[in-house]
């Protein structure tokens, strides 16, 4: 969440910034600031009282040792009301930091200045293109006829079991999906990124330190009997790990990789662009995750956009790399990128990938700090990406590299499915 002092000491630049998102509640500002000089007068109030009465009990307890007990009882009879007065402020003080902090979390991050405005999809801007689009056979299939030509993904066993959303892989499939969650992490591990794993559950507050709750508590899977909620994505419990947490600023930059399933209830629409693979419910995805300087988040978030190129490069794909305007973003987010892959056969850019910079946004709520050279803690910048989420990779693969006897494997991943075609 935003800095309660950042909001009031730069109002305008807040205004103007929530206003590239098209921010529909831009009062919710003033209404911050209005109660936040309520909270700092009270908490003035509160201390000066409570001063009175530390000085007060201070000189009472002097008289009764030198026995003026008639000095010190009067002082007690004027000071009576110290007591009463302290227990008022402390409650109307946390009523005022509750509602403040109520109005705060309504608040999504600013946009960074390379950020656009604009409202929808179609006014992203295309920061690069590379490769071409794949030539494919006569009759080209998309992937979900694909997956059932050559028995490799079941979507009605998945709805038979579960439901929509939940597909079964067989045979090949499940050794191609099992070979890019290894691809993924042996080039995050070669790229310096620690492996962890990871629960797949998590409670309130990790779901509040990185910003799904309580923003997006409608699409996330919640075992109510336990208050805990199947993760989105890695990024979850990954950046979780350093909440109330103090790091080195010689530790920085703390990078981690974790593969995990996700799970997402926002699938629910129709038509052949929610198809197949293109949006589920519950779907694999490999994550990078930076703790870093905020002098170098930025640097940090090209380094991770180049990243996730390589993979993409490496995997033969031909795609693009959008940076989003400031109504696509997410709420969290300061700047992402989304990388897409063009469907041939679909003939339409697939999302595999968005990164993204956070700058405070998370560290804040989640209390993550490091300590400089001056001994001063201060924030940290959260960062992280999708390197990468595989159910539209695989689409593309089964697309892209179909030919009239099968489907190819992309060379990278030949000595991790251990076959070269899927025929």
């Keep these: 969440m935003l800095q ?34 309520d909270r700092r007068s009270t908490q003035t109030s509160l201390d000066n009282i409570s001063a009175e009465a530390n000085a007060a009990a201070k000189q009472i307890g002097d008289l009764m040792r030198t026995g003026k007990k008639e000095e010190a009882e009067a002082i007690k009879a004027q000071t009576a009301s110290h007591k009463e007065n ?28 390379l950020v656009k ?36 993904i079941d979507f009605e066993l998945g709805v038979k079991i579960t439901g929509a959303g939940f597909p079964v892989y067989k045979g090949k499939g499940a050794k191609l999906q099992r070979a890019l969650i290894n691809f993924f992490l042996d080039h995050a591990t070669e790229a310096g ?14 779901g509040f330190g990185t910003g799904q709750l ?81 002098d170098k988040s930025y640097e940090t978030l090209e380094d991770m956009s180049q990243y996730v190129q390589s993979l993409l490069k490496e995997l033969g794909l031909h795609y693009r790399v959008l940076r989003l305007c400031g109504g696509d973003m997410g709420f969290t987010s300061a700047m992402t990128y989304d ?14 990938s968005s990164v993204s910079n956070f700058e405070t946004y998370q560290s804040n709520r989640l209390k993550l700090r490091f300590k400089g050279k001056e001994g001063k803690a201060q924030l940290a910048h959260s ?41």
Aim: aromatic letters at 8%; a negative charge.
């Design 339 to 352: 990388m897409e892959v063009w469907s041939a056969a679909q003939e339409r850019w697939l999302e595999v």
């Design 214 to 294: 309580p923003d997006k508590e409608g699409q996330m899977y919640h075992s109510t009997v336990d208050d805990l909620y199947l993760i989105p994505t890695a990024e979850v419990p990954v950046t979780n790990l350093y909440r109330d947490v103090i790091v080195k600023e010689e530790d920085l930059p703390i990078k981690n990789t974790a593969y995990t399933p996700c799970f997402r209830r926002e699938a629910g629409s129709y038509g052949a662009h929610v198809r197949g693979l293109n949006r589920l419910h519950q779907f694999d995805k490999v994550e990078v995750v930076q703790i870093t300087h905020p």
């Design 4 to 37: 309660v002092n950042y909001i009031r000491e730069n109002r305008e630049k807040v205004l103007e910034r929530l206003s590239v998102r098209n921010f529909k509640q831009p009062e919710l500002v003033d209404e911050i600031i209005k109660i936040d000089e």
């Design 383 to 423: 960062l992280n990406g999708s390197a990468l989420a595989l159910p539209r990779i695989v689409a593309s693969i089964l697309e892209n590299y179909q030919t009239e006897n099968g489907i190819k494997i992309p060379e990278a991943l030949v000595k991790y499915t251990g076959f070269d075609i899927i025929d």
């Design 193 to 206: 990124y620690k492996e962890m794993q990871v629960p797949h559950l998590v409670n309130a507050a990790s």
């Design 86 to 113: 302290i227990k008022n402020l402390s409650d109307k003080l946390n009523e005022l930091e509750a509602a403040q902090h109520n109005l705060i979390v309504q608040l999504p991050n600013l946009p960074y200045h």
């Design 117 to 152: 405005q604009g409202s929808t999809a179609e006014e992203n801007e295309v920061v690069l293109t590379h490769g071409a689009p794949a030539k494919l056979p006569n009759k080209a299939l998309p992937h979900w006829e694909l997956a059932a030509k050559y028995d490799i």
